[in-house]
């Protein structure tokens, strides 16, 4: 039973390009949730997609914006980059939109933005 | 808003050590409260939860008491290993939000030395 994966593992861009990130949630799980966690910090939320629509959102710019596929599938797209959006990016995945359900993490994608 | 705040590492302990890490947290609700591990190139996992004013979670010998009067949910364990080794985060969720939506304390680096 796979887990929850994520592609790739680590990209390098330049400031000002655009990036894609995708995530396959772990089976079983309908729900995607993205986070970014700087160096030396906890993660924090960035979206969260059930239905192929975004339902959460956290204090992050519109050039982050994401998607989700009809088989749950999610991608994370970021715009215009800046310095500042050099992270490890995290998926998680769980089982319905709004409840106990615990998130079942990825292990990122370490993006560097140069 | 909710907001997390463990206390700051690193922590280094000799093996078989007593370990306590501190938690706060400030929300307007009744928070869950998770404590999340990270080793090493890995995405985080759910160590223990509580959902409720005095429950305790546990597992692999780590727990956590939910202390509403306190805000707390200090993470203690007997006798640590070096495989314990690894940045521990603390986390709540707002029930009405539910547990896919967590906000992160900035996490605790702990080394265990043989």
């Known amino acids: 039973d796979a887990g929850v994966t994520q592609s790739p593992t680590h990209l390098i861009k330049t400031r000002g390009q655009q990036v894609t990130l995708r995530c396959s949630p772990k089976?079983?799980?309908?729900?995607v949730s993205w986070y970014q966690q700087a160096l030396g910090q906890g993660p924090q939320f960035i979206f969260q997609y059930y239905e192929e629509e975004e339902r959460q959102r956290g204090n992050f710019p519109d050039r982050f914006s994401g998607h989700q596929f009809p088989n749950y599938s999610s991608e994370l797209n970021v715009n215009a980059l800046l310095l500042g959006d050099s992270a490890l990016y995290l998926c998680?995945?769980?089982?319905?939109?709004?409840?106990?359900?615990?998130?079942?993490f990825g292990n990122g994608t370490r993006l560097t933005v140069t | 808003g909710d907001s997390v705040t463990q206390m700051e590492g690193p922590v280094t302990l000799s093996e078989e050590a007593f370990l306590t890490i501190n938690c706060t947290y400030t929300?307007?609700?009744?928070?869950?409260l998770f404590w999340y591990v990270q080793y090493p190139g890995e995405g985080l996992q759910l160590l223990l939860k509580?959902?409720?004013?005095?429950d305790k979670g546990s597992n692999k010998g780590f727990e956590a008491t939910y202390r509403k009067e306190t805000t707390s949910f200090h993470l203690e364990k007997g006798s640590v290993q070096v495989s314990d080794s690894a940045v521990y985060f603390c986390a709540l969720s707002d029930q009405a939000q539910g547990a896919q939506k967590l906000v992160f304390g900035q996490g605790t680096r702990l080394t265990i030395n043989p």
């Open positions: 089976s079983g799980h309908d729900t």
């Open positions: 509580a959902t409720k004013a005095d």
């Open positions: 998680a995945s769980s089982r319905g939109q709004r409840n106990n359900s615990p998130l079942h």
């Open positions: 929300a307007t609700g009744y928070p869950s």
